[in-house]
């Protein structure tokens, strides 16, 4: 542990090492429009080695698949049907988290820091290892093509992307950088993480500092 580090990062550590974390509430308002951030986005393939705060983890993950309707359960992103086939799981130097929405809160499913193997399954693409975090997007393919049959595949594979934006987007009023990854090996990863077998890693969105 560097001397450097604050109380507040001393003690984000050590909430981290907590197996089920509530996350802060989302933030509703920001100085930044959204004319802003969709002109102030870039893809960024150079990342400090800097843990993100519970904040900002909280934010990305609420624009992402946060509730925005507690009375109908309706997501940020929108999804057909309604059905939400796509979860979202965070890679930190601490461990492997998975996202509930339903009460904003993320659960650890792996205590390991694998941002190196997750890079290593990305085809070697080192900034992967450097990120602060990197969020996972997964769809169970199961959810909508027992609606939908083979255009689920489709409906699902929109979602993802709606819901990266999201992430891609939120990430400019939080000073964060991020990339969006589609060149990974696809039983690497679930192996890595140690996926359900019916989740299906989608999208790999590396965020952090811009170094």
């Known amino acids: 542990m560097e001397l450097t580090e604050t109380v507040e990062e001393i003690q984000q550590e050590q909430v981290l090492l907590a197996d089920l974390i509530s996350l802060p509430l989302p933030v509703l308002k920001s100085s930044t429009s959204l004319e802003e951030c969709i002109l102030k986005r870039r893809s960024v393939r150079q990342f400090k080695n800097k843990d993100l705060t519970l904040e900002q983890i909280s934010q990305l993950l609420w624009a992402g698949q946060g509730i925005t309707d507690t009375k109908n ?3 940020s992103a929108p999804s057909a049907g309604a059905l939400y086939p796509i979860d979202l799981y965070v890679v930190t130097s601490k461990g492997v988290f998975s996202y509930t929405a339903d009460g904003h809160k993320i659960a650890r499913t792996l205590r390991a820091d694998l941002r190196q193997g997750l890079s290593n399954a990305c085809q070697g693409q080192t900034f992967i290892a450097e990120a602060g975090i990197t969020i996972i997007i997964t769809a169970t393919l199961s959810k909508t093509t027992w609606r939908y049959g083979e255009k689920g595949i489709r409906f699902a594979s929109l979602e993802a992307g709606h819901v990266a ?27 890595l993480l140690e996926l359900p077998t019916e989740q299906l890693p989608i999208y790999i969105i590396p965020i952090g500092y811009q170094k």
């Open 165 to 191: 934006q999201n992430i891609l987007l939120q990430a400019v009023p939080l000073k964060l950088n991020a990339i969006p990854v589609g060149q990974f090996n696809d039983k690497e990863v679930k192996a």
């Open 73 to 75: 359960k309706l997501k």
